[in-house]
């Protein structure tokens, strides 16, 4: 019978295909119920109630079975979900600060006290930011010499770089093109402009102090009457600060990039004799910065006249400082994905 099969469904699927069968829209006791209609007053009075008694007896039925299977349900997985709160709990594994980031946040830090703001600018890059505005030259071999990573065409024909240093992001900034900027910038307000930019940059190159990517930190500074005086001011301080020495010294060797005149690579004294690198001892010297005063052509390139504003401009780069501090040997383990080594040369949070 109908109450022996609910009684003896022994899960919630089979129970709802005898509730269709008997009370769906086709099923057997629906069909009874849709037969009142045909019959006459004094069967109907006789059968009706009947009939209704055993619709609401079959649906009773259903639902107490129901509720029972739910409650079995329930308690299995009670019994099978139990948490033994005796067990010993799996060893943690904390991540940790990759020293390139610890050591992005430190210049950061640096350069915010001296009253630098944040700036940053688009991992793929066009010529023009790369290049042109910087005053490379067109089809000049100095473009080559970045051993640049160059996209394919794009549908305009133009091929795009993976940008091979942060300066296309001081022609965003002196450009105001720029929807990274500090807000004081973005709005269009006049020089004077003071932003660091971190990023990554790129350029096709392998060995112990290169790797393809690397990250540089970019400083810009266009004011009136800015002179290499304060340059070199700014990166006295900056080297203090960050080797936490006292002023090192330091001298400004001669060099060549396009988008600064005159240029220079910065060198501090520092001790090799032992091995590692000690800031500030010794009489060693170590490139630790290119660096000079922004191009004319760069300034008017970015819609500044040079007659009004000077700056400089600066590019460290950030993994070879890290390397510098924190004495690791070869830049390329930073970006191997080695846990171990990211255990014995990472920052906790
Ligand atoms: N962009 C230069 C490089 O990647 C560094 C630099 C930045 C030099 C700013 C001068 C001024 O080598």
């Known amino acids: 019978t109908l109450d022996e099969r609910i009684a003896a469904a022994t899960d919630l699927a089979a129970l709802e295909a005898i509730r269709v069968e008997a009370l769906g829209k086709t099923g057997s006791i629906s069909e009874l119920l849709k037969s009142l209609g045909k019959m006459s007053p004094d069967e109907r009075r006789e059968q009706g109630p009947k009939i209704n008694g055993l619709r609401d007896g079959v649906a009773a039925h259903i639902a107490r079975r129901k509720a029972a299977l739910e409650q079995a349900e329930l308690d299995a997985r009670l019994a099978s979900e139990r948490v033994d709160l005796s067990l010993p709990p799996p060893p943690e594994r904390r991540g940790r600060v990759h020293p390139t980031m610890q050591v992005l946040d430190e210049m950061i830090a640096v350069f915010a006290d001296m009253g630098f703001a944040l700036a940053e600018g688009p991992d793929i890059e066009d010529d023009f930011h790369n290049f042109t505005a910087l005053n490379f030259p067109p089809k000049h071999p100095a473009r080559e010499m970045h051993d640049t990573f160059w996209l394919p065409e794009d549908a305009n024909g133009e091929r795009k770089v993976l940008r091979t240093h942060t300066s296309p992001v001081q022609v965003r900034v002196m450009q105001r093109l720029n929807d990274k900027l500090p807000s004081w910038i973005a709005n269009g307000q006049e020089p004077?402009?003071?932003?660091?930019?971190?990023?990554?940059?790129?350029?096709?190159?392998?060995?112990?102090?290169?790797?393809?990517?690397?990250?540089?930190?970019?400083?810009?500074?266009?004011?009136?009457?800015i002179h290499m005086g304060h340059l070199k001011w700014t990166l006295d301080q900056f080297i203090a600060r960050y080797f936490e020495t006292p002023v090192v010294e330091s001298r400004f060797r001669p060099h060549h990039f396009p988008f600064t005149e005159p240029s220079a690579e910065m060198d501090v004294k520092c001790d090799r004799s032992g091995g590692g690198v000690k800031i500030g001892e010794g009489s060693d010297w170590m490139e630790i910065v290119g660096c000079g005063m922004v191009h004319p052509n760069v300034l008017r390139n970015c819609g500044l006249d040079p007659d009004e504003w000077q700056g400089f401009a600066f590019g460290f780069g950030v993994d070879r400082l890290g390397m510098l501090k924190y004495g690791m040997p070869d830049l390329r383990d930073m970006f191997a994905g080695d846990v171990r080594w990211l255990e014995h040369y990472g920052f906790s949070a």
């Open 192 to 225: 004077p402009i003071r932003v660091i930019v971190p990023g990554r940059t790129y350029r096709s190159d392998s060995d112990a102090t290169h790797t393809p990517m690397f990250h540089q930190l970019e400083g810009l500074v266009i004011d009136r009457n």
